[in-house]
């Protein structure tokens, strides 16, 4: 399925009284039936009038388990579990049809009752499925968009920041390692090489997010596409602050031996190293002496 930004549109009350008809013309049986196997999180096996019939549930997505030559994404199999779980084989079930009754690959699109439970926003209540809306069927957009609002009230399933895979949980580690890039890199040989490690965790944090494509995975690119627009600027200024760093800590690393060795002189007893620094290290000499002996520019950033 291919996400859609839907708007409210004056045809929506129109299909809507399309799919009343529908429902009012179809005979009761196409509305009851019992659950054979649970194929995803949102698809399901249903004997419907004597004939196996695929239910796609209708406004739920959620992650991907079965597509070929892709991993599972984050949760799908959790959310095709649940809904084995709460319609094993053999469960009666009522079902309810919208405008359009058949998807583009010939599925039939409807939401499942299991006695008087919504299985389709029940799914969203508990953060494994996230609403979707395609015209023309708005009919239960509602109910799921609502329960989805508690999961995320709750940070149950994909809105939960302690679930390692989850967008939420990626976005939060992400920031906390992007935070932690220190400014500047220190005065000591020690401070440099582990703050150097800091820059480099964050920064490799801050690509990850940038480079992550979700194009193929609708349930993800959705829950990224508004979790990461908070991050943008923090993304950018953390690779441009890194970057800044990697450059101080190449030339550091680059310092000729003895030029620490005259920096752990000059630091004395003092522990850990010292880096050597210019601007306090050196008396200030004569005018002449620098047009007979040229020293660097003070301008130099210092270590």
Request: glycine share 6%; net charge neutral; proline share 5%.
């Amino acid at each position: 399925m291919t996400k859609k930004a839907i708007g409210v549109s004056l045809l929506v009350a129109g299909a809507m009284a399309v799919g009343a008809t529908a429902f009012t013309s179809s005979s009761a049986s196409e509305h009851r039936g019992t659950v054979i196997p649970v194929i995803d999180g949102d698809t399901v096996d249903i004997m419907v009038s004597g004939a196996k019939t695929r239910i796609q549930l209708l406004n739920i997505a959620t992650p991907q388990t079965k597509q070929p030559q892709r991993s599972a994404e984050c949760l799908g199999p959790e959310a095709a579990g649940f809904l084995e779980r709460t319609l094993p084989a053999g469960q009666k079930v009522t079902l309810e049809y919208d405008a359009q009754r058949t998807d583009h690959e010939g599925q039939t699109l409807a939401v499942v009752y299991k006695a008087d439970q919504l299985i389709n926003s029940e799914i969203a209540a508990q953060g494994f499925g996230i609403a979707i809306k395609f015209d023309p069927n708005t009919k239960f957009h509602g109910q799921v968009s609502q329960a989805q609002r508690e999961a995320e009230s709750a940070e149950r399933g994909l809105f939960s920041t302690k679930i390692a895979c989850t967008i939420p949980a990626q976005i939060n580690d992400a920031m906390k390692a992007m935070h932690s890039v220190p400014v500047e890199l220190g005065q000591t040989v020690e401070q440099a090489d582990a703050r150097a490690q800091q820059a480099a965790a964050g920064r490799a944090a801050a690509d990850a997010l940038q480079a992550q494509d979700r194009k193929e995975q609708l349930v993800s690119a959705a829950l990224a596409e508004d979790a990461l627009a908070p991050a943008l600027e923090d993304l950018a200024e953390t690779i441009e602050q890194t970057a800044d760093l990697e450059i101080q800590h190449e030339q550091q690393v680059a310092t000729p031996s003895k030029k620490v060795n005259a920096g752990r002189k000059a630091a004395g007893k003092q522990s850990p190293t010292q880096l050597p620094e210019e601007s306090k290290a050196e008396e200030p000499r004569p005018k002449k002496s620098q047009t007979n002996s040229p020293r660097k520019s003070k301008k130099q950033s210092h270590p």
